[in-house]
């Protein structure tokens, strides 16, 4: 099938992928006084005592906003608020299909840091947790730490985090098959952005500590540090610990794991047959990997995931993100936290028992249904040991 041909077939008939839907009935005057006025001022009444009482009173407890300013979407790049609909319509769609969540797509006409950071401040009254997309490196770093310190709701930059997660659980059962342990891996990984940041902090929150990063520029050195902007400077501090100035292909000379978030083409079968044995390769460029899934096996990598739907071991965000806010959401909480992230992500690993796991099974599929639940409960009891939220719906 010609997906792009197809899809650009269906939007047009789809005209959008949500719409609105009545939650309460509205056929007779005494619905209408219900709905609205006169009865709808009491629970204002109430709301208006205890800010709180909005997550019993309005949809504000299973609501999340989605909001993108256009600056970095999919591999399509910097195409703007009207562009990035599409995607963010796509997102509200997952949310809704896999968390039993609603949300609402916001595109906004601006990249600047301090005017999304005031606009997302202004409009939390209206949702229970916020979800930015497709906003640029490192903006959607600060941008996402300004808004966990000033707001009281969940905030997640999926791109960063999602990810994120998804790859620590397939890193957590690769060590389960492998019998490796996390002080003793070398992991090269190619893509210092968003997700390969994130990516970072937590192998070394799971006990990685020889990681080898890569930009478009080489590897990153502390030596350098100078010349790199905040994000790259933290890259720095937590990867490479000799400062070593060395290529991908030297790099990945005994390497147990690669892990891509860049480009196609970015390392060969030579270099693959360089790596240590049971090495594992996780290459999530769309649509095209940095390396091709029968390219790798054939040159002796023993697990092999993408990021795409045809190959196994499928590293999808929709693992993680609508189970995570279906979690933080159940319990009101008020953050969500690196622990939080992490029993996310155990929580995705743990579905495969140990006679289930092998090569091509190493993380669930995007439409196991077990996937979102298990998410939800697993950060759900982590908010509440933190004392993050303790109301269960």
Excluded at 52 to 74: F, H, P, Q
Excluded at 300 to 319: A, E, H, Y
Aim: hydrophobic share 40%.
């Amino acid at each position: 099938m010609d997906y792009y041909k197809k899809a650009l077939e269906e939007h047009k008939k789809w005209k959008g992928k949500l719409k609105t839907e009545l939650n309460c009935p509205l056929e007779t005057k005494e619905d209408l006084s219900l709905a609205y006025t006169p009865g709808v001022a009491e629970p204002c009444r109430r709301i208006s005592e205890n800010n709180e009482d909005s997550y019993e009173y309005t949809g504000k407890g299973n609501t999340v906003a989605i909001i993108s300013d256009g600056s970095a979407v999919l591999g399509l790049g910097n195409i703007g608020p009207h562009a990035a609909m599409p995607v963010m319509e796509g997102k509200a769609a997952l949310f809704r299909k896999f968390g039993g969540l609603n949300s609402v797509p916001i595109v906004i006409d601006t990249q600047d840091t301090e005017e999304i950071v005031k606009f997302v401040k202004q409009i939390s009254p209206t949702f229970g947790g916020i979800n930015l997309e497709d906003i640029s490196a490192p903006r959607c770093v600060e941008i996402e730490r300004r808004l966990k310190e000033e707001l009281d709701i969940p905030i997640f930059h999926d791109d960063q985090h999602g990810t994120a997660i998804v790859t620590t659980a397939a890193l957590i059962n690769t060590m389960r098959l492998t019998g490796k342990k996390p002080e003793d891996l070398k992991v090269v990984i190619s893509g210092v952005g968003a997700a390969g940041s994130s990516i970072i902090r937590m192998m070394k929150d799971i006990g990685i500590t020889h990681i080898l990063a890569f930009g478009r520029k080489g590897i990153i050195r502390r030596s350098l540090s100078d010349s790199y902007d905040f994000l790259k400077k933290e890259i720095a501090e937590g990867t490479n610990p000799y400062d070593l100035d060395i290529t991908m292909g030297e790099a990945m000379k005994d390497a147990d794991v690669f892990i891509g978030v860049s480009s196609p083409g970015v390392i060969t079968g030579d270099m693959v047959k360089t790596m240590a044995k049971d090495s594992a390769i996780f290459a999530m460029a769309n649509p095209e990997p940095e390396i091709g899934y029968e390219e790798a096996l054939e040159n002796g990598v023993r697990i092999m995931g993408t990021g795409r739907s045809d190959f196994p071991n499928q590293v999808n965000n929709v693992l993680a993100f609508p189970g995570l806010f279906k979690g933080a959401l159940m319990v009101r909480a008020k953050a969500i936290t690196d622990e939080m992230k992490m029993a996310a992500a155990e929580g995705i690993a743990n579905l495969i028992s140990d006679k289930e796991l092998k090569e091509d099974y190493i993380i669930p599929g995007p439409f196991d249904e077990r996937v979102p639940d298990a998410v939800a409960h697993a950060v759900a009891d982590m908010a509440v040991k933190q004392n993050l939220g303790g109301i269960r719906k």
